[in-house]
């Protein structure tokens, strides 16, 4: 018999198969798989052991071969009629796939398994140590890819976690769990896991984006500074006593809406849409007052995330002078501010048409720069005037039209970052019902944390395929640069997904796939009403929402002495 020539794998193989090259294949020829059964009888349907290799001969050309899948590799139990089971489960084996490739790659190796093994289980819901069917690390796994599977239940998540990894004859026989012990392991884990691999995952992709070139929009010379927005926005919760008292529903002084709500004030990289922070708490009935309160928290709690190398996109929605001069002392600001807030001019006006001005309230004075222009589409002008206040005083380092151009990117940072996060939640649309899936504030914590963490793990393998990406050959972006603003993130999630049901696949082979799906931005599609959610019912007047494709024009509205 000639033996095949092969020298062993340059790998060391661990029992979490975690050096094991991802996307192997394996060869045999079809006549050197046997039974391992010691009385030679061929394997009936069901049998929990797998077939052996008989042999090592060379594979010639024309030769029946199995090509077979690398799913697990861990340390084998034979019984004693010969049968090869696998030692273990599949809870110790499973992975979030590419998403957590990216995460260990960025943060250093075993993040969620570092946290499982720190996270102190609530004794009241998990009795001893029972890990045959669920660990702690397999439970934030499947907590964080609930959050991208809306119609999914517990068991159809599970087994899209599992994947090939269930087809495997373990030494105990596994199967999915029940949803009373997934709810149990939720409450027994609560939120402080999941929150802590949120801000692992912020970290993370905070650090890429200052590693990278090209992840950031940037204004300014001398003194370039980072565009990033922070907008406010609502989920609907199931409605539970406990969640209606602690979070209230939006526009109703008597919290009579149908459905509690959270309010979230994220804060994202313009360019890249990433999600930096994201301080919320109850929705409340007045909008001001709750998103100024989630301003102060994310001044509190999150100093790091604002630096001087920023400037900050905010609404209209007037958050205040003490506020405005408090986040100033941190960052810069580039606020749009209504009519009815009086600026007293103390300047001339300058070669860029804007002017400083001293704006009072909360009992402060605060010196601001105006930034006021006009906006019209095909000769179409925007009835009002857009109206910029900002601490960043130096207009020939910051020109007024170059500020105006600018705050059109808050539309792109939060309002299509928002509209890409929501779409994996369940019942995502006006007034279509609960948001979220549970049903106290203690686990609305876990899940906004996990659908955070998710959303922005996404957004990092998606960065990794721009980042790799070959630039288009024609179209308005030949032979640019790829932006992951240029990829699809619908397509991102789907075939993240499928490469989790698939087991271990190649992160390089998953990347050029996503960068194949491409999508047209800066289209300059322009409405007179803007509209965050599509709506499922025709408008009833003609004509009342007609898109106009076109450049907006920006006129500045003053003209120097």
Known sequence: MHSYPAAPLPVSVSADQADFPAGVMVAVRLRDLVTPLRNGVPLEAGARSALAVAGTEKIRTGEPVVFLKVVAVTEAQVTRDGQVRAAGSPVHHATLGPMEEWLDAQAGPGVIDGIAERAVLDGRYVKGVSERLLTAAFMIRVIVLWTLMPEAQPSDVIIALAGDLALVPWSGRWQPASERACLDWRKALGPAPLEELQDTVLAAAQDEHAERDGQSLTIGKDRPLTACSGDGSVLRVPDTPPNRAAFGSVGTADDSAAWPSVRLYPLNNC???????????????????????????AMRDFPHVLSRDQ???????WHGVRRLRELAG????????????????????????????????DGVTMTVRVIEYFVDVEGQKVPEMFCLVTDLLDWEEYPGPELAALYGW?????????????????????????????????????????????????????????????????????????????????CSRRLILAAIRAGRTSYQALTRQIAKHRVVT????????????????????????????????????????
């Not at 929705?283 to 301003?295: F, I, N, P, R």
């Not at 900050?312 to 929605?317: F, Q, S």
């Not at 807030?341 to 300058?350: A, G, V």
């Open 410 to 490: 808050r539309w792109d940072g939060s309002e299509t970052g928002l509209r890409e996060a929501k779409a994996v939640l369940h019942g995502a649309g006006p007034g279509t019902g609960a948001m979220l899936r549970s049903g106290s504030p203690f686990l609305i914590a876990q899940e906004i944390a996990a659908w955070a963490a998710s959303t922005e793990m996404t957004r990092g393998v998606t960065r990794d395929a721009a980042f790799a990406a070959a630039p288009a050959r024609k179209g308005r972006r030949a032979g640019l640069p790829v932006r992951s603003r240029d990829l699809s993130l619908t």
């Open 311 to 317: 400037v900050w996109l905010l609404d209209r929605l």
């Open 271 to 297: 360019l890249t849409r990433s999600l930096l922070a994201m301080p919320w708490g109850p929705a409340g009935s007045d909008k001001t007052a709750s998103e100024q309160w989630l301003l102060d928290a």
């Open 330 to 361: 941190l960052t810069h600001v580039l606020a749009r501010i209504k009519s009815d807030i009086t600026l007293d001019r103390i300047s001339e006006i300058y070669p860029d048409q804007s002017y400083l001005a001293e704006i009072s309230g």
């Open 522 to 561: 800066d289209r300059n599609r322009h409405r007179d009403r803007k509209s965050k959610s599509p709506s499922t019912f025709p408008h009833a007047g003609p004509g009342d929402r007609i898109t106009r494709i076109a450049p907006a024009v920006i006129t500045m509205a003053n003209t120097p002495a």
